[in-house]
């Protein structure tokens, strides 16, 4: 017998999962196609138009939970928010010293990059870095249960993507 759906549950509960950040893959994918399977709206055609636009919501939700559990970023704050450390970017702009003379640097290698190679390098040096911090926060999450630790290595990871994001566009133009 299927476990009946709770509009109020959090992501995890709905998708069976426990509350923590490492997850499986393979694991959640299979779980959300099988709840894509018994919220579809087509599955409830026979029952009116009200069941299908229920479904459809259920559907939407499932498809919310799905995209934020996937997103290694998204799940951290996620968790973070759930265990009372909200993320707050807007506002809490405060970073060590160590990370923003790091962003001063990543910021002037991307003004002097003058070749792919170089933007490549910047990189993959960004790359080791946003797995460096991930893991941090996996650690601070799952093992010291720190969540105001792992909501301050969110808002860098925030910046180390959009950081990202930049070199790929400088990329793009140099038609990489």
């Not at 393979?26 to 479904?55: C, K, M, S, T």
């Not at 909200?86 to 002037?108: G, V």
Request: glycine share 4%; aromatic share 6%.
């Amino acid at each position: 017998m299927e476990t009946p759906l709770k509009l109020d549950s959090h992501d995890f509960e709905l998708f069976g999962l426990p509350v923590r950040f490492a997850q499986d893959r393979a694991d959640l994918d299979a779980r959300w196609r099988d709840l894509q399977a018994r919220v579809h709206p087509d599955r409830f055609a026979a029952e009116g138009g009200a069941a299908q636009r229920v479904a459809m919501q259920w559907a939407v939700r499932v498809n919310e939970a799905y995209r934020r559990l996937r997103d290694p970023l998204a799940r951290a704050a996620y968790l973070c928010e759930m265990r009372g450390a909200p993320i707050d970017a807007e506002r809490n702009t405060a970073m060590p010293s160590a990370f923003l003379m790091t962003q001063m640097a990543w910021r002037e290698a991307l003004d002097e990059a003058a070749s792919p190679d170089e933007l490549e390098q910047l990189r993959r040096e960004v790359d080791d870095a946003r797995s460096r911090l991930l893991a941090d926060v996996a650690v601070a999450l799952d093992d010291r249960g720190d969540a105001p630790s792992a909501a301050a290595g969110v808002r860098a990871l925030m910046f180390i993507e959009r950081f990202a994001d930049d070199v790929d566009r400088r990329l793009e133009a140099l038609g990489q």
